[in-house]
């Protein structure tokens, strides 16, 4: 032990919190979503039934702005949230322009563009 350190927890020893903090921060930068967008989705997870976690990813893989990136339809990663790529599709005979739009597994997707010749 030093002298003058009288059992102090070193800075960094929690490595929980900081693994923790990280994924989380990975998480949001994936999914594009600013911390109070997270926060409510964190909360609409620990509200239902199952583990917090797989259902916290369930809900950000539904966000129509995800569907269509995972659908490959947008060229570029960041454009995936703008209106103009959201604004192109039909979600069960309704256009839908909102990116935190929740698909289900059962939605109709469709381009509103004519496809490319």
Known sequence: M?????????????PTTALSL???QKLK????????QFRGYYHKATRMKGVAGEILLQLL??????VVYRLALPLI????ASSSVTDNFIVNGKK???????CSASAALRSRRSPAR
């Open 2 to 14: 030093r002298p003058g350190s009288m059992d102090r927890p070193v800075a960094g020893s929690c």
């Open 22 to 24: 990280r994924e989380k």
């Open 29 to 36: 930068r994936m999914y594009g979503l600013a911390e109070r």
């Open 61 to 66: 893989e539904r966000r129509l702005d995800n």
């Open 77 to 80: 990663m960041r454009r995936r």
């Open 96 to 102: 839908v322009n909102v990116p935190s739009f929740l």
